[in-house]
């Protein structure tokens, strides 16, 4: 598999050589070259089977060629030992969780085949290499769970003291072994600064071999765009017509991965980006004007993001031409107050308990159909968090208990193991010049 710059100014890479880079040197973040297409027929014999099936089917076509023989097949058994499944709310309306992963986002989809890929890869290199990872919540906890015990590879996570929930804190500094956490006294903007800093010296750099595994990386992005292949195959299994594909939308790269998956025929009618009160991309939809701005916090705060860094891939993937964005594409924000009601109404209508990201989706569906088009297909509304990760804002706002999955539970009662740091480069660069 080859891969080009979005801005055009770096050498065509390998896939291996793009998931250890991760940005170009250029600035610009990687793209497919050229991608294999499915036909539908062969999408359509793998809805009844393990999703591992499919993935690996379809990963062969795409980076097959990189990896060794039954080295994909590795990586793959080592990365899901879990899957999505379909929730049917009504005849029209499913949902597609991607939470039933160790951390409980879809985010294990993408970090897990990032770090399994990585550790084959290293699996006969004598010296280790070191992932900086700047993190205010779900990232970190994905990645900490993917890399913990791959050989080769040490994780050093900074995260903003007092700025994380327990929950989260707890899942990436409870594990030990290979993953060190740091709990900065700053801000995440502090930690994202000292991770740039540490890349920039040289001295640092060579000594630790320093890698990243932050959303841009296409190793994550296209491990998530099987699901889209494997959602809307089934759906469209049940009603005969491409679904709409609706995402919980942040730093854009899930829907960036549907997107690519769409290109190699996953079916899709349209995409609905689902945006929470940081509203740079359902502006640009509705004016044209692409104005990106410092975020705000939400309900959803894995989605505040104010200048969602995918957005550079999208434009490149459509030729940077507004009509054909939208014609892909609808977006709409919507406010914390419009996602507890939506709780509540999804509650109340389906029996159904999603979590406020996924209400923000269910939320722009609802409203896709009174504005745009009643008649429209069945939506497959993508669900990237499980409630109980957001148990508090659920429970007071449906009055109900939502019990916490057994890996939170188990992750609660272990013990935190994080250094604190002042936010200070040398103390930084010392701490990372005794551990490598
Ligand atoms: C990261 C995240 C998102 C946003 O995904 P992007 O790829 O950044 O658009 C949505 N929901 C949850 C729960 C997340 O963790």
Known sequence: MKLYSTRRNSPVV???????????????????CELPTMTPESLAAFTDKPYKEMAHYILQQ??????????????????????????TLSENLAVLELFHGPTLSFKDFG????????????????????????????????????????QGIRIVLLYPSGKVSLTQEMQFTSLGDNI?????????DDCQALVKAAFRDRE?????????????????????????????????????VDPLICVPSGNFGNICAGMLANRMGAP?????????????????????????????????????????????????MFDNDYDKIVERMWSTSVS?????????????????????????GLEAVRRYRQNQAPQQPPALTLSTAHPGKFHEIVEKTLGITVELPQALQECLKRKKQAQSMANDFDQFKE???ELT
């Not at 590795?74 to 929730?87: E, G, K, L, M, N």
């Not at 006969?124 to 993917?146: C, K, M, Y």
């Not at 959602?231 to 009603?239: F, I, P, T």
């Open 111 to 150: 970090a897990q085949f990032m770090a399994k890929a990585m550790g084959y890869f290293l699996q006969n290199e004598d010296r280790e290499i070191t992932i900086l990872v700047a993190t205010s919540g779900d990232t970190g906890s994905a990645v900490a769970h993917a890399y913990h015990k791959v």
């Open 62 to 87: 795409i980076v097959g060629d990189e990896f060794g023989s039954g080295g994909l097949q590795t990586v793959i058994d080592r990365a899901y030992s879990f899957a999505p499944a379909i929730s």
């Open 268 to 316: 899709a009618a349209r995409f609905i980006a689902a945006v929470n009160a940081n509203a740079a991309i359902s502006e640009y939809v509705q004016t044209g004007e692409y104005k990106p701005r410092p975020s705000v916090r939400t309900l959803s705060n894995a989605m505040d993001v104010g200048r969602p860094s995918n957005w550079e891939r999208i434009v490149d």
């Open 14 to 32: 390998s896939f291996r050589e793009a998931l250890f880079t991760g940005q170009a040197p250029d600035g610009g973040l990687y793209i497919p």
């Open 180 to 188: 060190t956490a740091l709990e900065v006294d700053g801000t995440f």
């Open 336 to 360: 914390d107050k419009a996602t507890v009601a939506a709780m509540k109404r999804i509650y109340n209508q389906f029996s159904y308990v999603a979590d406020p990201h996924t209400c923000v």
């Open 204 to 240: 640092l750099r060579q000594r630790a071999r320093l890698s990243s595994a932050n959303s841009i990386n296409i190793g994550r992005l296209i491990p998530q765009s099987l699901y889209y292949f494997w959602g809307a195959a089934k759906l469209k299994a049940m009603h005969g």
């Open 431 to 433: 701490l990372l010049w």
